[in-house]
């Protein structure tokens, strides 16, 4: 491949790699928030901001779980 086409592949690989991290983002705040927040205000509890940084902890690591399991599939199916 030439230059070029190596540099296309990895701005897409990047453009993937932000887009996954915001559908991340997404769907951490709506799952904890609805978790956690029972009873929105201005402000959280200590027991919800715990709640919501356990939560968030919890799906962090489900996600690369996940990913992880999934490129190595990818990559084995690759070769």
């Known amino acids: 491949m030439t230059k070029e ?3 296309i592949k990895e701005s897409v690989r990047n453009e993937l790699a932000v ?3 915001q559908d991340l983002l997404t769907r951490i705040n709506g799952k904890c928030f609805t978790k956690c927040v029972t009873k929105p205000g201005t402000s959280l509890s200590s027991s919800e901001e715990s709640c919501l940084a ?3 902890t919890m799906y962090i690591e489900a996600w690369n779980t ?3 399991t999934y490129l190595k599939r990818v990559q084995q ?3």
């Open 77 to 79: 199916d690759s070769k």
């Open 19 to 21: 887009q996954n991290y």
């Open 54 to 56: 356990k939560c968030s």
């Open 66 to 68: 996940a990913s992880g």
């Open 5 to 7: 086409a190596d540099q």
